[in-house]
C-alpha cells in the first residue's frame, strides 16, 4: 500500500498551520485538512497576541518564552509580514490583595529569566496618562508582541505550498482507520481517503470530536471569549495593558476582584490592545460556552470594565463586536503529545494562548514525529496527565 | 394614509398638495419641469440651476421650491442637480400617441437610443413599456445620466422611471468602466480600510472563495462601515472570477452593534 503523504495535519488553524509548516521543513510530504477555510475558527477570533504574562512560574513560563521568540524566526524566514510588533505589556494593579500576588509573580519569574518590572503609581500613571487614578502599581513585560494571527497562517500556508506540501481546505475529518499493530493508517474525509500512518490533531475546539472517531478522550472544552473593537484613530494607549486580574481570572487563583456577580460568573475583565491597523481591541471574558455569537450583556459589561479602568474611552465608539472559543484543558496548559495509537500527535486545548504557542508547538510536534530530541522536555504536556479522563 | 414618510415615496395627493405641478394649459404648451418635491428640505440646487429664473427657493433653504411655469422652457438643466432625484420632464404632447418623460438614472448598464424598457412609477412598479428616445450623459450632468422615455400619453402623469436593467454583461461592463479610469487595479474597492481592487483578486486567486475569506486576507469590510459599501463590488468580483452565482455567495458574519455605539452607552447601569 502506497503512502499518499507521510503526515496528515487535521486543522487550519495557528497550531495546524504552523505544525504543518514545521513537518515540511523536515522534508515530510504533508497534507493539511481544514472543514472551513484556512484561519476560519478560533484563529480568525483571537486578539493575536504574544506576551508571557499571563503564565504561571516555572515550566510555562519558560515554554511561553520560547515560544514569543519564534515569532522573531518567522518574521525572518517567511516571506510575509504579519504585523509582528514587540512592544510590551503593563499590568494593572487595582489593590493590595492583587500586588501581593504581582510581587510574588514578579521574583519568580525574574528568576525564570523573564524581562519584567514592578511599576509604581507615579510610574504607572506617567507611562499611561490615560490610566483611572486609583490604579496602585504596575507589572510591566518588555517581552513579547503583538501579531496578525490570519496573515500569519495564510504566510505560513505559502510557505507550506512552496516546500511541496498541500492544503485541502473544506475538508472534514470524518474517521480513522487504525491497522491491527495499533496504528495509524488512514484518514477519512468527506473529500477522499488519505494513505498515512502518521496524523497531527491541531483542531482546538473541535479536536475532542475528532479525536473521538480514533477512540481518544480529549478533555478539551470551548470556553468562550468576547471582544470588542473601537473606532479607529483614536489613542488611547501605547502598548497592550489589561488588569492583573487577568492572571487570577485565567489561572483561577481564587482571590476575589470587586466586581458584580455577572462579571465574575462570565470572568469578565479588562484589557485594550491597540493594533496595527489603528483600531483598539477591548476585552475580555471567559465563560465556558460553545458559541461565536456576540453576547449582549457580556458586552455591556466589558464595556463598564473598561470605563472603570480608562475613563476616557467613555466618548470612543465601539465598532464591532466579535467572539471565539478557546479549546481549554481542566489544568490551562497545552496538550503536545503522542497517544496510545501510534503515529497519533496532539498539539491542541491552547487555552488562550494558542497564538502564543503554536509556532514552537508545531516546531516540538515536528521534532518528536522525527524522533529527535525536543527543544525543551514535553512530558509535563503529555495527554496521559488526564489518565483518569482517557478510556481506550 | 399614503405618505412619503410611510412609503418613502409621494402619493399624487401630496405632490398636488404643494402647488408645485404645472397646470394643464402649461402642459398643452410642451416640455415643462415637474418637481415632486414636497418636504421642507435644507436644499436648494435646483434654483442655481435654472438659467431661466423659473425655479425659486426664496430666502429661507428649507422652503419648498416654486416652479414659474411660463419662464420654463423645459430645457432639462434642473433634473441631474436635484440630490434627491425628484425633478422630471414631461412632455405630454411629444406626439399625438405619446408623451416623453426625463428622469435621472443612476443604475448601470444604460440603456440605449431606441431600445425598449419598462417604464415604472413612484413605487418602482412597471406600469407600461417605453422607448429610450435620449440618454444625456453630458458633463453639465454630473455622472448623473438622464434618460428621456417615450411612452403611452395616459402614463405621462404615472411614469418616473425605468426598470434597472439586467446586469448579464456585467463583466464586460466592469472592464468598460476600468478602461476609462485607466488604472484598474489601484481603485479603491473598500474605503474604509483602502483596499484595492487588485489586493481583493489577490486574495481570491489566493484561495479566498467567500467574503470573510476575502476579509481577512485584506481588511476589506472591516472598517467603520462594516462592509455596507464594498459587500456589493466583492461579491460581484468574487462571482466574475470564480464562476460561483451570487446566491452561493454568503453574506458576512454579522457583528453587532449595527452602528458605532459609545462605550458609555454600553456600559452603562442596566447590567447590575
Known sequence: MTKTADIVIIGGGMQGMASAYYLSQKGLKTILIEQGDIANGTTSRSDGDAFVSDTNPGYMTFFAKAAAMEFDTLARDLDCDFEWIKRGCVLLIENEAELEIAKKQYEAKRKNGIEIRLMDQK??????????????????????????????????????????????????AMGFEIDQKGSVAKVLTDNGDILTDKVVLAAGV?????????????????????????????????????EFGYNIVRNEYG???????????????????????????????????????SNNMVIRAIAKRAIRFFPILKDMNIIRTY??????????????????????????????NGIMYSPFSGKLISQMVCGEETDIDITPLSLSRFEDNIKL | MNTILQNAYP?????????????????????????????????????????????????????????????CTGCGACVSKCPGLAIFIVNREYNEKEAAVTF??????????????????????????????????????????????????????????????????????????CNKTGNTDDTIVCRCEEVTSQQIKDAILDGAVSLTGIKRRTRAGMGLCQGRTCQKIISRMLCGMTGLTEDKIDPDTARPPVKPVSIAVLGGDEND
Open chain 2, 104 to 177: 435621472p438614472h443612476e443604475y448601470l448598464p444604460l440603456p440605449k437610443k431606441g431600445q425598449e424598457v419598462d417604464a415604472v412609477n413612484r413605487t418602482g412598479n412597471i406600469v407600461c413599456k417605453g422607448i429610450v428616445i435620449q440618454v444625456n450623459n453630458s458633463a453639465n450632468n454630473d455622472c448623473t445620466t438622464v434618460i428621456t422615455l417615450a411612452i403611452p400619453k395616459e402614463y405621462a402623469n404615472e411614469v418616473r422611471g425605468m426598470k434597472r436593467l439586467d446586469r448579464e454583461d456585467a463583466k464586460a461592463l466592469h472592464e468598460c468602466i
Open chain 1, 255 to 293: 482571590t476575589k476582584r470587586s466586581v458584580t456577580p455577572f462579571m465574575e460568573a462570565h470572568g469578565i475583565g479588562f484589557l485594550i490592545e491597540p493594533t496595527l491597523s489603528n483600531n483598539a481591541l477591548i476585552g475580555f471574558s471567559k465563560y465556558p460556552v460553545n458559541s461565536t455569537l
Open chain 1, 123 to 172: 510610574e504607572v500613571h506617567y507611562d499611561e496618562p490615560n490610566t483611572t487614578p486609583d490604579i496602585i502599581a504596575g507589572l510591566e513585560f518588555t517581552e513579547g508582541g503583538s501579531l496578525n494571527p490570519m496573515l500569519l497562517s495564510f504566510g505560513l500556508g505559502n510557505a507550506i505550498l512552496k516546500m511541496g506540501g498541500e492544503l485541502r481546505p473544506y475538508t472534514k
Open chain 1, 323 to 352: 467572539s471565539g472559543v478557546r479549546p481549554w484543558t481542566p489544568d490551562h496548559e497545552p496538550i503536545v503529545s503522542d497517544t496510545q495509537i501510534n503515529g497519533f500527535y496532539i498539539s491542541s486545548g491552547h487555552c488562550g
Open chain 1, 206 to 242: 473541535w479536536s475532542a470530536d475528532i479525536a473521538r472517531l480514533a477512540g481518544i478522550n480529549l478533555p478539551i472544552t470551548a470556553m468562550k471569549g468576547d471582544l470588542l473593537v473601537v473606532e479607529p484613530e483614536v489613542y488611547i494607549t501605547r502598548r497592550k495593558t489589561m
Open chain 2, 11 to 71: 402619493s399624487i395627493e401630496e405632490i398636488a398638495g404643494c402647488n408645485c405641478f404645472p397646470s394643464d394649459e402649461r402642459f398643452l404648451r410642451g416640455s415643462v419641469a415637474v418637481i415632486e418635491c414636497i418636504q421642507e428640505i435644507p436644499c436648494n440646487p435646483c434654483e442655481a440651476a435654472c438659467k431661466h429664473g423659473a425655479i425659486e427657493i426664496g430666502n429661507s433653504i428649507t422652503n419648498r421650491p416654486v416652479l414659474k411655469e411660463d419662464l
